[in-house]
């Protein structure tokens, strides 16, 4: 039986042992796999679209681990009660410092050596490619999925958490931009997309959205792929693709723009 606070997506390694494993040491880890644990008042909702295409192929074969943690579990009382009024008054509802300090103080231990902790919050920092390259690269991620009107600021402060946004706009809650984050990390994982190259031209790898991308037919509804992609001149495609990126770039985001152009003067 499992611990009851966790649920683990993933294939296991299983070592031999003389030792009695504990019926409460939590989800058995992947041997080398990127971990990454969520703490969540929606377990079920894990892993959700993570479990398909190629997110979903990668977890099967054990290239990285999913653990949800469910936060009802550290809940106060009969009812286990995770949240409470905001001090000072206002609506909604903030989830309680001593609900989410039992959670962490259960999930901590469990987490690899390295892996960011992190708040799913509108307020925090923008998440981005870098961000997803850098968390590709760390053993995993510990992650908060924020509910209601949000989480103690004590808890945050106490734990040095990093406050994270997915964009700015506001959901019901973190599971969704978890989900989303997580994939974005996953995916550059070494073996996950098999052509590794694939994510070097890709948008945001260098600061640019990505150039247009056509295949068959070659004339659809009046409309035919560019001349320069069906030349065979590696050189003029690679002129023309990056001119459109930049083009796009300029035009759709140009606060992208400007801080290309200022790392590249």
């Known amino acids: 039986m499992s611990d009851p606070a966790s649920k683990s997506h993933g294939r296991k390694s299983i070592t031999a042992s ?3 494993r504990s019926l409460m040491d939590g989800p058995e880890r992947l041997a080398r796999a990127w971990s990454a644990q969520v703490i969540t008042l929606l377990p079920d909702a894990f892993p959700g679209i993570l479990g398909h295409s190629l997110t979903g192929k990668a977890l099967k074969d054990g290239l990285w681990q999913l653990d949800t943690i469910d936060l009802r579990h550290f809940g106060e009382g009969k009812h286990r009660n995770v949240d409470d009024t905001p001090a000072g008054g206002g609506a909604g509802m903030v989830l309680r410092a001593d609900v989410m300090g039992r959670a962490l103080d259960h999930a901590l231990p469990r987490a690899p050596e390295g892996a960011p902790l992190v708040y799913l919050s509108p307020r925090g920092t923008p998440f981005t490619q870098a961000m997803a390259r850098d968390w590709a690269t760390r053993p995993g991620v510990t992650m908060i999925c924020g509910r209601f009107e949000g989480l103690d600021q004590r808890v945050i ?9 997915l964009g700015d706009f506001v959901l019901t809650g973190g599971d969704l931009a978890a989900q989303a984050m997580i994939d974005a990390s ?22 640019l959205l990505e150039h247009p991308q056509y295949t068959r037919p070659a004339e659809w509804q009046g409309r035919k792929i560019p001349d320069v992609l ?4 590696h050189g003029e495609i690679a002129k023309w693709r ?24």
């Open 18 to 20: 003389l030792k009695p």
């Open 157 to 165: 402060d106490h734990y040095d958490i990093q406050e994270v946004s």
């Open 186 to 207: 996953v995916r550059l994982l070494p073996g996950v997309l098999g052509n590794e190259s694939s994510t070097e031209e890709e948008s945001f790898s260098d600061g």
């Open 230 to 233: 069906m030349s065979g001149h």
């Open 242 to 265: 990056r001119a459109m990126s930049e083009d796009l770039t300029k035009a759709r985001r140009p606060d992208l723009w400007n801080a290309h152009s200022k790392r590249n003067d």
